[in-house]
């Protein structure tokens, strides 16, 4: 199956990331207190804090500091209790947002997303008014120049339910997200390692942005990227500057 272009925005995304190396620590944190409060600090019995401390280990985030975090979150030590939530939204030209936040304070959670949105050029949407756009999966994506038959016959065979050839080369392997870990082991036992291997809204469809629409667009994801609750954000624009 043939898929857009996203290479450039997947190495884009992952630039900006490495230059909020501290803030990608402070979500990874979050995540894995939620995880372990909600099933246990035991990672071989909570796929969703193995999840989190495999994002710990690939931010380079040193294992005592996971262990102290597991442990503060599993009741051991005390902490802060955070709740989940989503906000949707519109951006430029109508391209789809999603935000997940993790907050101790919702009240002030909604009022900070709110203001980016309507400062930037945005909307805030209702609950499922941009969610239908999205799907909600496992993503893997492989740099161009990977074998596409080599992926294909290793990931559907582990579980995926897609494997995409994109415009660019790259190769992206779909699954649900209850067989994201089972399809990644299998993948890296074959010695095909993904550039991306997350659980993620992927957009269903895109938009395509350029010139001062697109850096209009950058502008308002990065201001919703740096609120302290955030995150996570997925969209479905593309942005040609």
């Known amino acids: 199956m043939a898929g857009h272009s996203k290479w450039a ?12 190396r501290g803030k990608i620590w402070t979500r990874v944190i979050r995540e894995i207190t939620v995880a372990a409060r909600q099933a246990g600090g035991d990672p071989a019995m909570n796929p969703r804090l193995r999840l989190a401390i495999d994002k710990a280990k690939a931010c380079n985030m040193p294992a005592d500091r996971i262990k102290y975090n597991v442990e503060k979150a599993s009741g051991t030590l005390e902490g802060l209790s955070y709740e989940e939530i989503r906000y949707e939204g519109y951006g430029i030209g109508g391209a789809a947002i ?16 709110r203001h980016a949105f309507s400062k930037y050029g945005g909307n805030m949407g209702t609950e499922g008014s941009v969610a239908f756009q999205f799907k909600h999966c496992g993503q893997f994506v492989f740099a161009p120049g990977t074998s596409e038959d080599k992926v ?22 779909l699954c649900a997200p209850p067989d994201f870990e089972r399809v990644k082991i299998a993948l890296e036992s074959s010695g095909l390692k993904p550039e991306v291997a997350e659980v993620t809204m992927r957009a269903e469809n895109t938009v395509e942005l350029t010139g001062e629409d697109a850096q ?15 995150q996570a954000v997925f969209h479905n624009a593309v942005m040609n500057e």
């Open 216 to 230: 209009r667009m950058q502008k308002l994801l990065d201001i919703i990227e740096d609120l302290d609750d955030t």
């Open 98 to 113: 999603i935000v997940d936040c993790m907050t101790d304070n919702r009240v002030r959670t909604v009022a900070e997303v």
């Open 152 to 173: 294909m016959e290793v990931a559907l065979e582990a579980g995926a339910e897609d494997v995409v050839s994109d415009d660019d080369g790259a190769v992206e392997v």
């Open 9 to 20: 925005n997947i190495q884009h995304r992952k630039g900006r990331q490495d230059e909020k």
